[in-house]
C-alpha cells in the first residue's frame, strides 16, 4: 500500500481528512500527520510517505517551502496541495515546486477522489515502470556473456569502424581490449568433431563446449591476456594480446638484428591448450594462429588467416597447431580426377589386384594433397565417385554388395564427417581391397573354401587363446573385414559366434569326464578366466558347467 502524510495547521481538517475517507480503498495508508511544515519534514523522514497532502499557509513553514524541501530531498514524493485561498500567485508557487495537484478548501470529497485517484494512477505507473526496469536490469545482467560474446563475435566478423563507438560498447561490456595493441586471433577446432557429438547427448555436448571455453579461458589468463569465447559449434576463438611490457623487441649480443619474443607466450598458450584438452577431456584439438596485427581493425584479417591455417588440417594432419608461416604456398597446379584415372582403377578392380590398387590410390592421393584451395573437399568427391564406380562395377559383375541400403548411408555419412586425407584415402583403400576380394572369390567359386579353411583354423587354434578374428585373416591371407562378411554370408554366423559354440561343444564333451577340473576345461578350451567362462557357457547351454556335468552324470545312472 501508498503511505500518505497529511499536513495542515487545522486540527478539524486533518480529523476530516482522516476519517471521512476511505483510503483503503485507494490502496493507501493513513500514516500519520503534522501541523507545520517543520514537523512535517521531520515526519516525511520518520514515514517515508509516497503522498503528502498539504496546506499552502502555515505558521512556521509554509507549504510551499515544505514542498520544496521534499522535492529536493525525495523528489519521487507527490505532493498535492490544499488551500484556502483561492490565490492565482499561491497556485503559480505550487506548480514551480512540481506539486501533481491542488484542492481547494472546504474539501469536496468527491474532488479529493478524482484527485487521489489520479495520483495512485501516477504511482502505479511509475511503480510498473520501476519494476519494468528492474526486470531489464536483471536479464541485462543475465545476458551480458552472451552480448560479450557477441560483440566479440563482431570484432572478428567485421571491419571495425568508429573507435569512439567501440569504446564506448567495450565499457559498457566490461570488456578490457586496448584499441590499438599487438593482436593474434587463435583458432581451437575440435578434431573428429562428428564422432564427439554424435556420442553426446545435448547436455553433455554443451556441458563439453563449456568445459572447454574454460579451460582455454583460463590458460588464456595465464599466459596472454584477452578472451576465449565459443563461435560456432566444436570452434573456439581466441582474441589475445600482449602487455605493452611483455611485446618486447630487443637487439641480440651483437646488436644487429631486432628479436621479437613476443610470440612465445602465444605459442606457449597453444601448446598447453592442445595437451589439456588431451589430457583432461580426452579430445584432440587443431590450434591455427593468425598473424599479428597493430590493432582492433585488423582482427577479421587474423581471423581468417586462423580459420584457413586450421582448415589445412586436411593434409597436415591432425592435433596440431598450424601459423600461416607453416602454409606452403598456393600451387596454381591443380590437379583434376580424369575419366583416364577412372578407367585405370576400374581395370585394377576387375583384376583383383590389390597390390598395384594400393600404388595406385599412393600416386592418386599424392597428387590431390597438393589441391591446397578447396582441397578436402574435392578429394571426398573424388572418393565419393570411386565408391559409386566401384559399386556399379560389383553390379554390372553381379556381386552381391551385402550391404543393406542404411549401411551405404552411414558409409556415406562416414565419408563426410573425415578431416584428413589420411582417413579418406584409408576409408577408400579399405572399401576397394573388399571389393577386389570379392570379385576374385566370384570368379574363383572359393567362398565355401574359405569357410571350410575358418573351420579347419579354429578347430585346429581353438584352445589358443589368443585367437581373433584378424588372425585367423592373416592365416588365409584376406582381411579380416572381408573374413568377417564372408563367413557371415555363407554360414548365418560371425566367426567369433562359431568359435564361441566351438569351444562350448568341445567344453560340453569334456565334462563328460568327471576326473577333469572344471578350470583345466576353461583352459583347454581357450579361456583364461573360469568365472567368464561359466557365465558363458549358461548364457548358451543354459547351465552352469557343474550343473550341466551333474545332469550328465545322473542320467547316466538312471
Known amino acids: 500500500m501508498y503511505k500518505l502524510l497529511v499536513v495542515d495547521d487545522e486540527s478539524t481538517v486533518r480529523y476530516g481528512l482522516r476519517n471521512y475517507m476511505n483510503w483503503e480503498k485507494y490502496g493507501i495508508e493513513f500514516s500519520g500527520e503534522a501541523d507545520d511544515g517543520d514537523t512535517a519534514l521531520e515526519a516525511v523522514e520518520r514515514f517515508m510517505p509516497d503522498i503528502v497532502l498539504t496546506d499552502v499557509r502555515m505558521p512556521t513553514m509554509d507549504g510551499i517551502t515544505l514542498s520544496k524541501e521534499i522535492r529536493r530531498r525525495y523528489p519521487w514524493i507527490k505532493i498535492v496541495f490544499v488551500s484556502g485561498h483561492d490565490d492565482s500567485e499561491y497556485m503559480k508557487s505550487a506548480m514551480k515546486v512540481s506539486a501533481v495537484d491542488y484542492i481547494l478548501k472546504p474539501v469536496n470529497l468527491q474532488e479529493l477522489c478524482a484527485v487521489i485517484e489520479r495520483v495512485v494512477a501516477d504511482l502505479n505507473a511509475e511503480q510498473t515502470e520501476r519494476k519494468m526496469t528492474r526486470d531489464m536490469q536483471v536479464k541485462l545482467k543475465e545476458s551480458m556473456p552472451l552480448l560479450r560474446e557477441k560483440f566479440l563475435m563482431s570484432l572478428i566478423g567485421d571491419n571495425v569502424s568508429q573507435p569512439g563507438r567501440i569504446r564506448e560498447r567495450m565499457d559498457f561490456l566490461d570488456l578490457q581490449l586496448p584499441l590499438e595493441a599487438s593482436f593474434w586471433v587463435m583458432v581451437v577446432s575440435m578434431d573428429n568433431l562428428a564422432d564427439i557429438r554424435g556420442t553426446r547427448s545435448e547436455r553433455d555436448w554443451q556441458l563439453l563446449c563449456y568445459a572447454v571455453q574454460n579451460i582455454c579461458q583460463e590458460l588464456a589468463d595465464r599466459h596472454l591476456n584477452g578472451y576465449m569465447f565459443e563461435y560456432r559449434g566444436g570452434e573456439f ?36 591448450i592442445r595437451d589439456h584438452l588431451k589430457s583432461l577431456l580426452k579430445i584432440g584439438v587443431t590450434i591455427g594462429i593468425g598473424e599479428r596485427v597493430p590493432d582492433l581493425t585488423g582482427l577479421t584479417q587474423s581471423y581468417a588467416q586462423a580459420t584457413e591455417a586450421v ?105 563426410f564427417n573425415m578431416e584428413t586425407v589420411d582417413e579418406l584415402r584409408h576409408f577408400l583403400e579399405t572399401t576397394l581391397v573388399n571389393v577386389c576380394h570379392k570379385i576374385s572369390e566370384k570368379r574363383s567359386g572359393r567362398a565355401n573354401n574359405l569357410v571350410g579353411r575358418v573351420q579347419a583354423i579354429i578347430e585346429r587354434r581353438y584352445s589358443d587363446n589368443t585367437l581373433t578374428v584378424s588372425e585367423i585373416g592373416k592365416e588365409v591371407y584376406l582381411t579380416d573385414t572381408y573374413v568377417s562378411l564372408l563367413f557371415k554370408q555363407e554360414t548365418g554366423q560371425t566367426v567369433n559366434e562359431y568359435l564361441t559354440h566351438y569351444r562350448i561343444e568341445r567344453a560340453k564333451e569334456m565334462l563328460k569326464d568327471p576326473s577333469q577340473k572344471l578350470y583345466d576345461i576353461c583352459f583347454a578350451v581357450g579361456y583364461a578366466d573360469p568365472s567368464y567362462f561359466s557365465k558363458l557357457f549358461k548364457k548358451i547351454t543354459g547351465f552352469t558347467p557343474s550343473f550341466y556335468r551333474d545332469i550328465q552324470h545322473s542320467g547316466k545312472r538312471q
Open 237 to 272: 576463438v581466441g582474441i589475445l594480446y600482449a602487455d605493452a611490457g611483455e611485446a618486447s623487441v630487443e637487439e641480440n649480443r651483437h646488436g644487429s638484428e631486432a628479436i621479437d619474443h613476443s610470440e612465445e607466450p602465444l605459442f606457449l598458450l597453444a601448446s598447453d
Open 311 to 415: 582448415a589445412r588440417k586436411w593434409y597436415l594432419g591432425k592435433n596440431r597447431i598450424i601459423t600461416m608461416d607453416s602454409l606452403e604456398p598456393n600451387d596454381e597446379n591443380y590437379y583434376k580426377f580424369d575419366y583416364a584415372k577412372s578407367s585405370e582403377l576400374v581395370s585394377i578392380l576387375k583384376g583383383a589386384d590389390t597390390t598395384q590398387l594400393q600404388t595406385t590410390l599412393d600416386e592418386l592421393f599424392a597428387k590431390l594433397s597438393l589441391n591446397r584451395r578447396d582441397g578436402l573437399k574435392y578429394c571426398r568427391n573424388v572418393t565419393m565417385q570411386m565408391m559409386l564406380l566401384a559399386k556399379q562395377l560389383l553390379l554390372e559383375l553381379n556381386v552381391q554388395a551385402n550391404e543393406p541400403e542404411e549401411e551405404e548411408t552411414l558409409y556415406v555419412e562416414r565419408l
